[in-house]
């Protein structure tokens, strides 16, 4: 499957405060994953059957000059 329900809601374009992990391995925000305003993360493609997904939430990102 490519949907999951989380605890928290994010909207579109908000990936890159949420850091995912599939296996061990980072997926990259936007492109692996997409959020839709809702509770729901949504996987470009499913992850494989018996990996752990982790979710870290609450990042957001600041620049500088």
Excluded at 14 to 22: G, K, N, P, S, T
Excluded at 46 to 63: C, D, E, K, R, Y
């Amino acid at each position: 499957r490519t949907t999951f329900t989380m605890s928290y809601s994010y909207s579109a374009g908000q990936e890159a405060q949420v850091l995912i992990y599939v296996g061990n391995v980072f997926q990259n925000p936007g492109v692996a994953y997409t959020f839709d305003g809702t509770t729901t993360v949504t996987f470009t493609s499913a992850p494989p059957l018996g990996q752990t997904i982790v979710i870290l939430h609450n990042f957001a990102s600041t620049a500088t000059a």
